[in-house]
Structures are given as structure tokens and as C-alpha cells.
């Protein structure tokens, strides 16, 4: 159990219906007594976890502070495990604040980002993988991202991952107990058995890391750059997409000189879409910054917009850019065909494909559909796969899965080569130590730390 009694204002600051303060510890029924007044007649210490109780939180004068509700849920049948009391007032900046000055005037300390989940993971509550998926149930910016992070919440994850640790326990569990005990009857792992459960073993976690790109993708939003050369309409596209208009539209070239970054669904695709400054030469400082972002974030997105000027050949800057971007998946809009088309399309055909070249009149809003069918398209050929129980979406996760896997190949190199199997074992205890970072099992207290620092205050 966590030592000390903790409190934080749980809910965003600012003017709203409603603030919380919630405490968490041994003393919370405790401070809850010095600093909530019940309107009727009633022992603190008498209300039932889970019952709503009205009354006024008050000062140590017994000045009435505000008007609130008072929720007690009682360890271990709680968040944290521990006694936890919340207090529910109008959520005004200077009503929570003062209650929650009053809470720590009366013992608590204050919780540090995310210490409520991290106090659930000591606890034995929830593992660490669970405790991840609370932050991105926080911070979910798509449908999909919220599903993906809740199945992963109720455990889905983790007990694939379990099972897979399990597997590599009984491996292990047999090869010792054939080596320190040889004199006695222990059934033993032939060679063979090693190798075909390792292989298994390795698929199940390939399976894993296969489902990470969807994964990321229903997290974060397909990462989607819209990129071109000054004034050939992308903050225009992004405006048409959005269908408001959220980037500033000017005939002078440059306008747009930061990255502007939204989301929106096309077929069910969750897309974070990025406009970026127009890409060329030029002797302003501030332009020139926009365009190194603009490259960075060519680098980082899973997908580019090239817009080009439908009614004017390839100029030097657009051959440019086409080179930053050939190794990327890349849809190519033609705009502003409404003027005429002398661009090269041929070439663009050869170069992109015919599917990926679209043709388009952004101010007449002509061929949208069409653009977005070819979004749809490119990714997962046009639906992702919601019905996956375990999708693995934190970069973490993956790099451990591929840690533990590139054991696991090592075991069974080994197995081939016949090394002893005493010393294949040394391989798989990898593989498992690996795994069980990812469930908290076997990870440091340095990574734990690491983890919860990314939590916000007051959960």
C-alpha cells in the first residue's frame, strides 16, 4: 500500500458546472470530517461507500466555503484501492481552489501527476498496461482511439501478453528443474517441444506487433500532410475537408507559415491532417522556419497531400518537393482545374499511380469525393479492423514486443545450432523479462515514474 494521504482537483480548471476534489488515503474519511458539514444530521464515518451526501464544505472557522455533494468509496472497493472521498462543488476557480486549500490545511499532501492510477498500479488494482490505457482513454482524439484504449483498459492486452509469459514460464520451469534435478523422475522438454512452443510463441507476438500500425492509427489519426509549393490552394483543401475554415486563404503566397494541425473522419478513418507552409526558396526567416517544419513533418506522416496547380506546368519547386517525398505514400491533387489543365499528368500517373492522382477544383468544390474514396482506399483497403480484441497502439508496447521476439528467434537459432538448452534458456528468460515490462511485472521503478509523469493531475 502507498504511504500518506493524497488530494487534487480532479476536473480542468476554469468556469463549469461542477469541480471535484478528490482525496485518497488513510486519513481521507478523516479530513473529510474537518472540512464537510452533512445538511442533515448524520455520522461521517455512517455514510455508505457509493451514497451521495448534500451538504456544505466549510473552513476551519466553520465558514460555509461553498455548496456541495460528497461521494466516500471505502478500500479496497475503490479507484485507488486505499479510502478515497470526493467532493463535488460549483465548478468556479476560487470555490475549488479554496476547498481544496482547506483539504491540504487539514493533512493531505498534494498528488503528483497521475498518482491516483499510479497508487491503482502499486495497489494491485490494474497493471501497468491498463494504467497506459487510461491516459489514452484521457486523451483520445477519435472514436476508435477511445475503443481501442478502453478494450485495453478491461485487460484485453494484457492477458494475451500474460498468456504469452505464462508459455515461456512453463519452458523455463522445465528446463531448470531437468538441470538442478536430473536424479529424479522430472518429465523432460525435448528439444523439438522447445522449438515448436518458442515458434508459437513468436507468432502470437508477431501477431501483436502486426495489429501496432492499425493501432496507431485508431490512437493518433492517420498522420496526414498537405504539402505544396506556395498558393496552390492546400489551406483551401484543408478548409474544403474540414468543411470550415479554419486556415486563413489568401492570394499572397506564404500566408500560411506554421503547421496547423486538426481531425476529422473520412469513411470511419480517424485523420489528423496537417497543413503545412508553402515549400520554397525564400529569404524570409520566419517563411524559412515553416518550410523545415513543413519537411519534418513529410518525415513523421504516414500520408501526403501533394497539392499542385492543375492550369500550370511543373515548376522547379514542385520537382523539388516530389523528390522529399518519394518514399512516402502519396496522393497527388491536381487543383484548380477550373483553369485549365497544362500540368504534366502523365508523368504524375507513372509516378504515383493513376488511383493516386485526383483531380480537383477546390473553390468549386469539385472532386472531394473522390479524394476522400482514395484516403478511404490507401488505408487497410478502406476499413480498419475494429473487431480485434488486442491492438497494440503505445510505441512502448512495441518496442518491447519486438525485443522479446527478437529472443524468442534467438532461442530457436540456438535450438538449431544445438547449443545446451540450459543456455537456450537464457534467451527466453529475455523474452519473458521483456514481456513483463510490458504488464509491470518486471519493469523498474525509473520507468514506472517515467510512465506517470505523462499523467495529469488528479487522476
Known sequence: MSDGTIAAIATAPGEAGIGIVRISGEKSIQILKKVFKPKK????????????????A????????????????????????????????HGGIVPVRRIMEEVLR?????????????????????DLAQAEAVIDVITSKTDMGLDAALNQLKGELSKEIKGIMDKLLSMLAHIEASIDFPEHDVEEITVNRLNDMLISAGDAIEDLLESFEEGKIMKDGLSTAIIGRPNVGKSSLLNLLLKENRA???????????????????????????????IRESVDIVERLGVERTKSAIIDS?????????????SGDDNDIIDLIKSKKVIA???????????????????????????????????????????????????????KNNLVTGIRHKRLLE??????????LSIEN??????????????????????????GEDIVNEIFSKFCIGK
Open 403 to 412: 525485443k522479446a521476439l527478437e529472443s524468442i528467434k534467438g532461442a530457436v
Open 41 to 56: 444530521n448524520i455520522d461521517i464515518e455512517d455514510i455508505p461507500s457509493r451514497k451521495v451526501i448534500y451538504g456544505h
Open 302 to 314: 504516414d500520408l501526403v497531400i501533394l497539392v499542385l496547380d492543375a492550369s500550370n506546368k511543373l
Open 248 to 278: 486563413i486563404v489568401t492570394e499572397i503566397p506564404g500566408t500560411t507559415r506554421d503547421i496547423i494541425e486538426e481531425y476529422l473522419n473520412v469513411g470511419g478513418i480517424p485523420i489528423r491532417l496537417i497543413d503545412t507552409a508553402g
Open 418 to 443: 544445438q547449443i545446451p538448452v540450459d543456455l537456450i534458456s537464457v534467451d527466453i528468460k529475455e523474452a519473458w523479462t521483456s514481456l513483463g515490462a510490458i504488464t509491470g511485472d518486471t519493469v
Open 58 to 89: 466549510i473552513d476551519r472557522n466553520g465558514e460555509v466555503l461553498d455548496e456541495v455533494l460528497v461521494i466516500i468509496m471505502r478500500g479496497p472497493y475503490s479507484y485507488t484501492t486505499e479510502d478515497i472521498a470526493e467532493i463535488h462543488c
Open 333 to 387: 491533387v491536381l487543383n484548380k482545374i477550373d483553369l485549365g489543365l497544362d500540368i504534366e499528368d502523365q508523368y504524375l500517373y507513372d509516378l504515383f499511380g493513376a488511383d493516386n492522382v485526383i483531380k480537383m477544383s477546390v473553390k468549386n468544390r469539385m472532386g472531394l469525393d473522390k479524394l476522400e474514396e482514395r484516403i478511404k482506399g490507401l488505408v487497410f483497403h478502406g476499413k480498419l479492423n475494429v473487431s
Open 106 to 126: 487539514n493533512g493531505a499532501d498534494i498528488a503528483g501527476p497521475g498518482e491516483f492510477t499510479k497508487r491503482a498500479f502499486l495497489n494491485g488494482r490494474i
